[in-house]
């Protein structure tokens, strides 16, 4: 099932979705609703009831930017204090061992600087940590994220995308 979503990233199911969801199994995935104005979720949780499943709460859309959104929850995530007063830059810059690595590595640093991402770095860096630490395993790389030698330093994927000469530029579209 292809899942819509609001203008914030946040699902979006019609009436035949929540249907849909019930005949698969894939209820329990289904907390909180954004609906057409026409659906009712209350035939749709009264149905919950009979089953003794959680019912779903309507989402009201939120009067707010994408910028302000993402800001709050960021602000929620649990990251210690050493992470969120990590020096990425200097984490990463560590881990070079050419100029040429080191050159790659400022390039995309600047590009992340001026997204705004670096948070999302720290937060990236305490969450390998704590998968290596805590024996989780995690894949070796998927999509555009592994062109990123930024993410491949900090242990995000395997794959060294100076070495496969890959480019950059295609994760930050």
Not at 45 to 55: G, I, V
Not at 149 to 168: A, E, K, N
Request: aromatic share 10%.
């Amino acid at each position: 099932m292809l899942i819509k979503t609001d203008d914030l990233g946040i699902p979006r199911f019609t009436n035949k979705d929540l249907v849909d969801m019930i005949y698969t199994g894939h209820v329990d995935k289904c907390h909180v609703v954004l609906c057409d104005p026409s659906d009712n979720i209350d035939k749709f949780n009264q149905a919950m009831r009979e089953q003794c499943l959680p019912e779903l709460k309507q989402y009201i859309p939120l009067d707010v930017d994408e910028k302000t959104f993402d800001g709050a929850l960021q602000s929620e995530w649990f990251m210690p204090d050493e992470y969120k007063e990590l020096s990425v830059s200097a984490h990463v810059l560590d881990r070079c061992t050419t100029d040429a690595q080191r050159q790659r590595v400022e390039e995309e640093l600047t590009a992340f600087n001026e997204r705004g991402l670096v948070p999302l770095l720290q937060y990236m860096i305490y969450l390998v940590d704590f998968m290596r630490e805590n024996n989780i395993v995690w894949g070796v790389g998927r999509g555009s994220s592994v062109a990123s030698y930024v993410l491949y330093l900090i242990g995000v994927h395997r794959i060294d995308s100076i070495q496969f000469d890959l480019d950059w530029t295609e994760f930050l579209r």
